[in-house]
Structure formats: structure tokens, C-alpha cells
């Protein structure tokens, strides 16, 4: 069974795809981190995320970088929103992503693009949703929780910026699959998010 899960920044899509993977006992793959690591890697090497050819030469990057806990900072967010608008490099990104959705047994996937590029043939799709100030309140939080000096305003103002960058681009642009289920976090506790998607798995599948 693939399950793929879809939405944008701090939706809670993460959350909901690892309780998934858990609860139906599936490889999970968190598909930002590519991008994360792509854009990280561009910073590191002193080069520009808005230039394609940089960007497409990081794509280069070795695995230990995935467990990277820059990877999970606004940085590497807002440059892997910006290299993952080159095509080059979501072409780059795509053999990865479609092997481990083709695993024997299935696998759960979550992204911006996993319902309508990589596993168009998924079992079940989830499209989750919640207002940017929620997802900018939950992802200022976050970061105080982690000891990240930042304030609200500047995190809600980066979610709309990514929101924009991710749902304009020509190539494989967020939106819901059309055959996705629409599950909207915003006035949600994460457990009700999480039963609901199993019961959308459960009626899907
Ligand atoms: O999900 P996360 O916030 O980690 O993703 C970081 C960025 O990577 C997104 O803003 C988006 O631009 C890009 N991304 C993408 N396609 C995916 C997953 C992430 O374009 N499947």
C-alpha cells in the first residue's frame, strides 16, 4: 500500500505521515528533506539556491546529510523552497523518491508533489490543510521550544513567501490531487488529525 501525503509547510502533514507509517507498519519517507538537503548543501558550498546549475550539482549530496539537524532550520527551509522550483533538480530528486515508493509492501511518502508526480498510483492520498497563522503559530513554537531566536511575524511571513514560491511554480506546484481527501488541521488536536487520516486510509483503501 503507497500512502501519499501532501500539503504545505507546518500543515502537519510530517506528523501525520509518521503515525501512518507507524500504524500500518510502512517504511516513511519525509520527501522536504531532499530539498532541505539540496539547499543546505548549495549555502554550505557559499553558492546561490536560485542558480539552477548550483543547485543541480548539489543534488550530489551523500545520505548522513539527511540526519543533518540544520536540515530542520528556517535556512535550509527557505533555500529548499527556492532550488526546488528548477526542474533539473526535482528531475534530479525523482528516481530516489519513486524507488522507495515502489518498495515491496509500500511505503508512506509525504511532500508537495507525492499525490500528483511521484505516486499518482498511491492507494490512498491525503491532502492536509490548516490557515497560514496556525501553521505559522505551531512553527514559531517549535522554534522556541528548540531555543531558535525568531518572532511571529517573521515566521508567518516566510510560510506565505514559501507558500507562494511552492504553489506558482511551473513544475509540479503544491496542490491537492484530485483524487486526494481533504483533511483540514486548522482547529484539530494532532489525535484527531491522525484518526482522521487513518479512517480516510481505511476508506480509501
Ligand atoms: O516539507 P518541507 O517544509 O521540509 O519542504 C521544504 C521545501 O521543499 C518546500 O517548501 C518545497 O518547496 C520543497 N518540497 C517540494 N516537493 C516535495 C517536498 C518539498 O518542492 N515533495
Redesign the pocket.
Known amino acids: 500500500m503507497i500512502i501519499a501525503v501532501d500539503g504545505p ?1 507546518a500543515s502537519g502533514k ?1 506528523t501525520i505521515a509518521r503515525a501512518l507509517a507507524r500504524h500500518y507498519k510502512l517504511p516513511h519517507l ?4 531532499l ?2 538537503a539540496v539547499g543546505q548543501t548549495v549555502l554550505d558550498r557559499g553558492g546561490d539556491p536560485a542558480n539552477a546549475l548550483e543547485a543541480l550539482a548539489a543534488c550530489d549530496f551523500t545520505d548522513d546529510l539527511l540526519l543533518d539537524p540544520r536540515l530542520k532550520l528556517a535556512a535550509a ?1 527557505n533555500a ?2 527556492v532550488v ?1 522550483a528548477h526542474p533539473a533538480v526535482r528531475q534530479a530528486l525523482i528516481e530516489r523518491q519513486c524507488a522507495f515508493a515502489a518498495q515491496p509492501g509500500g511505503a508512506v511518502l509525504d ?4 499525490g500528483t508526480v511521484i505516486a499518482p498510483q498511491a492507494d490512498a492520498k491525503i491532502f492536509v490543510r490548516a490557515t497560514s497563522a496556525i501553521r505559522a503559530r505551531r512553527r514559531y513554537e517549535e522554534l522556541v521550544r528548540a531555543g531558535v531566536a525568531t518572532s511571529f511575524d517573521k515566521v508567518l511571513t516566510d510560510i506565505k513567501a ?1 507558500d507562494l ?2 504553489s506558482t511554480r511551473a513544475t ?1 506546484p503544491l496542490r491537492q490531487a484530485q483524487d486526494a481527501a481533504l483533511l483540514d488541521t486548522s482547529y484539530m488536536s494532532i489525535e484527531t488529525a491522525i484518526s482522521r487520516a487513518i479512517t480516510l486510509v481505511e476508506s480509501a483503501r
Open positions: 509547510a510530517g519525509d520527501t522536504g528533506l530539498y532541505r527551509g529548499a523552497s526546488s511532500g508537495r508533489d507525492i514559501r514560491r511552492d509540479a
